[in-house]
């Protein structure tokens, strides 16, 4: 079992920035990549970053590619997102997931956070 849980959430102006954090504990070592994923109200889930644990490759979606920079600290299990030049459309629920696999499809992930809000005002 992995437990992830997420940080950083919250509310900001359009233009700002924030980091979302990503604390993970258990069977960290069964996990090789750890993706943010987010859910807008109404609409579905969907990727926004992956990070591998071994090499640190990185992978971004195009909505937030040159915004949002992905990062891991191996020794505290952790990985972060920070979020800069943030867009109203930015809102949702964001949540933490590690897996293996295809970074960008949900079923390569096992485990997943709670869920951190993030509302960008306009």
């Known amino acids: 079992q992995v437990q992830l849980v997420e940080s950083g959430g919250g509310l900001v102006q359009a233009g700002g920035s924030l980091r979302l954090s990503c604390a993970a504990s258990?069977?960290?070592?069964?996990?090789?990549?750890m993706g943010w994923f987010r859910q807008a109200p109404g609409k579905e889930r969907e990727f926004v970053s992956a990070?591998?644990?071994?090499?640190?490759?990185?992978y971004y979606a195009a909505s937030v590619k040159g915004r949002f920079t992905i990062s891991r600290d191996n020794a505290k299990n952790t990985v972060y997102l920070q979020m800069n030049s943030l867009k109203p459309e930015d809102t949702a629920v964001y949540y933490c997931?590690?897996?293996?696999?295809?970074?960008?499809?949900?079923?390569?992930?096992?485990?997943w956070g709670q869920g951190t809000q993030v509302t960008v005002s306009s």
């Open positions: 997931a590690s897996g293996s696999g295809i970074y960008y499809l949900e079923r390569s992930y096992y485990y």
């Open positions: 258990g069977r960290t070592f069964s996990s090789y990549v």
């Open positions: 990070i591998r644990w071994s090499g640190g490759s990185t």
